[in-house]
């Protein structure tokens, strides 16, 4: 399956910012689907990872509450809501795909990248 994350920027502390990531090649709603984030200096953490169907997800403690992620398999496409955003949240973010959901995936885990897309949250 291929990958494309878009929809990334420059943004003000407390703002939003709407990731979208565009899969073709394999069908899409038979993947769990993740976002991770990778700042200058840092390895690639985890942020947030959703079921095939959408029935399910989960979250990176520091985002909860202020991350969304979800899916439209008629779309084939994958979301990231960022709302209040942090200067921590500052870094390239990447969508991944996996054959099996898991809870908290490693970057390790996951079947599947796309490009990653500059996040820039600016105080």
């Known amino acids: 399956v291929q990958l494309q994350a878009f929809g990334g920027g420059l943004v003000q502390a407390g703002g939003s910012l709407r990731l979208s990531c565009a899969a073709s090649g394999r069908t899409f709603s038979t993947l769990a689907m993740g976002w991770f984030r990778q700042a200058p200096g840092k390895e690639r953490e985890f942020v947030a990872t959703?079921?095939?169907?959408?029935?399910?997800?989960s979250y990176e403690d520091s985002v909860k509450g202020r991350f969304t992620i979800s899916r439209d398999n008629d779309k084939n496409t994958l979301y990231l809501q960022m709302d209040s955003l942090k200067q921590e949240d500052t870094a390239v973010y990447y969508c991944?795909?996996?054959?099996?959901?898991?809870?908290?995936?490693?970057?390790?885990?996951?079947?599947?990248w796309g490009k990653g897309t500059q996040v820039t949250v600016s105080s």
């Open positions: 959703i079921t095939w169907s959408g029935s399910s997800t």
């Open positions: 991944a795909a996996d054959l099996y959901y898991r809870d908290h995936p490693k970057a390790g885990d996951m079947d599947y």
